[in-house]
Nanobody, 124 residues
Framework: QAHAVESGGGSVQAGDSLRLSCAHP????????MSWFRQAPGKDRSFVAG????????TYSNSAKGRFIISRQDANDTVTLEMNNLKPEDTAVYYC?????????????????WGRGTQVTVSS
């Protein structure tokens, strides 16, 4: 089974912006809700943002609300996470995945076919 491919991470200063991109090679997932999660060292994977397929309805974590924007592009089957005003506490590996089950969008157990992630490091 193919897995998502994340890109766009890097090392930045507090207040900078980054744009993460997620592509999934399996076309069937283009009609699924897609979400971004992150995992910092020693912590559980936590929800950042998700977006439905048809309505393009976004959902954000409290920490992402007002700073991050999730969008999806049908032309190339990608999901983008635009991150602004980054803070040191945003440092983590960021993952994306399709939501393959019907539970809460914020629950990592509702997702499969995770990518390997992309590292985001924010220094103060």
């Amino acid at each position: 089974q193919a897995h998502a491919v994340e890109s766009g991470g890097g090392s930045v200063q507090a207040g900078d912006s980054l744009r993460l991109s997620c592509a999934h090679p399996e076309r069937r997932f283009r009609s699924y809700t897609m979400s971004w999660f992150r995992q910092a060292p020693g912590k559980d994977r936590s929800f950042v943002a998700g977006i439905t397929w048809r309505q393009r309805s976004p959902t954000y974590s409290n920490s992402a609300k007002g700073r991050f924007i999730i969008s999806r592009q049908d032309a190339n089957d990608t999901v983008t996470l635009e991150m602004n005003n980054l803070k040191p506490e945003d440092t983590a590996v960021y993952y994306c995945a399709p939501k393959t089950r019907v539970g809460p969008i914020q629950s990592a157990s509702e997702y499969d076919y995770w990518g390997r992630g992309t590292q985001v490091t924010v220094s103060s």
